[in-house]
């Protein structure tokens, strides 16, 4: 086989569509019909404040900006995530929750029962290690958070 056998593989190159499909687009809330806003707090926590996370050598806004950005790639418009708010000296975080088809009540709040338990929580307890900010009762449980929500009307 001679070197010069790949010589117009140039040609060949094709960028994979899952890699054009995801640029970065900024998030507009009219292409949503629904808005929730949801606070969570950890479960059987061991922190009096978000500020003692470095202790369990997390850095607690980097963690969830990693997870917020992980979810919206992966849900491909249908839902988006964004943080509003993390202080240091309180122990819940505010997110708001855009959904792209409008249901009922009942149905939204199981989906959102379902994204905050299943979806986000385990990319929290396993991958980004919160499950050292939570006791056993929490570990036991496999409870990461505690959640409220509301739907954010204009």
Known sequence: M???????YKEFIRIPIEKQKHKHKEFDPQDYALHYILTLSLNDSLLSNWGEANKYEIEVDKSIEKVLEEFNKTQKGLYHLQLLELEEDQLYFVLSLSCKTKVDKQVAEEQIAHIIEKVISNPFYVGQSWFRLIGDRGRID??????SFIEYKI
Not at 2 to 8: L, P, Q, R, V
Not at 142 to 147: P, S, T, V
């Open 2 to 8: 001679s070197g010069e056998f790949f010589a117009n």
């Open 142 to 147: 496999r409870k990461l958070f505690c959640f």
